[in-house]
């Protein structure tokens, strides 16, 4: 069974563009959650989305968003990039109605902005 | 708003020996998830150990155990003949089990880096 993938793994940007981040999840998953990890932050929740809709959103600026398609796939998307921006971005997938409360995560895609 | 804290930024074990990394938490609530997750060097993060609230026992995983302390509010990894392959940022984690919206969010602490010296 294929993990979480996340693409692209690593991407540079300047101050000001925009991204976005891709993840796919484990087949059979409709749960997907997005992290922003940095060194000084740690691990910061973003948002989660389940069934094309956000059922909960981190204390992130707006300039942050995702949404998720019926496939399950998700995207994130980072307008006017500022150099705190940059992080590594985490993706985790899960079972709904199982309530067992694994994430599975994908490796990541990490973000400079310069 | 739940808080999770890991005292120890960075820890070190001798190869074989047994080491404790801590972890203590703040809720309100009375049912939660508790977890332990482990990220190598650039590699992705994967689960240790899972412990649910309403149970007293203590989870065991193969040598990963933990020491699940309600009242006090703390959750201790202990990895018992440690290997190589345990060197790797371990972070504990805080999930309410409360259904519908915001249920299957993580609360992280910062990390403990735990280096095994061979």
């Known amino acids: 069974k294929a993990g979480v993938t996340q693409t692209p793994r690593y991407l540079i940007k300047t101050r000001g563009q925009q991204v976005t981040l891709s993840c796919s999840p484990i087949?059979?998953?409709?749960?997907v959650s997005w992290y922003q990890q940095t060194p000084g932050q740690g691990l910061q929740f973003l948002f989660e989305?389940?069934?094309?809709?956000?059922?909960n959103k981190g204390n992130f600026p707006g300039r942050f968003s995702g949404r998720q398609f019926s496939n399950s796939r998700s995207e994130m998307n980072v307008s006017t990039l500022e150099l705190g921006d940059s992080a590594l971005y985490l993706c985790?997938?899960?079972?709904?109605?199982?309530?067992?409360?694994?994430?599975?995560f994908g490796e990541g895609s990490r973000l400079t902005v310069l | 708003a739940q808080t999770v804290t890991q005292s120890q930024p960075e820890m070190s074990v001798q190869e074989a020996e047994t080491v404790t990394l801590s972890c203590t938490y703040d809720?309100?609530?009375?049912?939660?998830?508790l977890f332990w997750y482990k990220q190598p060097p650039s590699r992705q993060m994967i689960l240790v150990i899972r412990?649910?609230?309403?149970?007293?026992q203590n989870a065991t995983e193969n040598r990963f155990s933990v020491n699940f302390q309600k009242a006090a509010k703390s959750f201790s990894l202990k990895i018992s003949d440690s290997q190589l392959g345990d060197a790797a940022m371990y972070f504990c984690?805080?999930?309410?089990?409360?259904?519908?919206?915001?249920?299957?969010?993580?609360?992280f602490g910062k990390g403990t880096k735990l280096s095994v010296i061979p």
């Open positions: 985790a997938s899960s079972i709904q109605g199982l309530n067992t409360g694994e994430l599975f």
């Open positions: 087949s059979g998953h409709r749960s």
């Open positions: 989305y389940f069934s094309e809709t956000q059922r």
């Open positions: 809720t309100s609530e009375s049912d939660y998830y």
């Open positions: 412990q649910e609230a309403y149970k007293q």
């Open positions: 984690a805080y999930r309410s089990v409360l259904s519908g919206a915001g249920s299957y969010q993580l609360t």
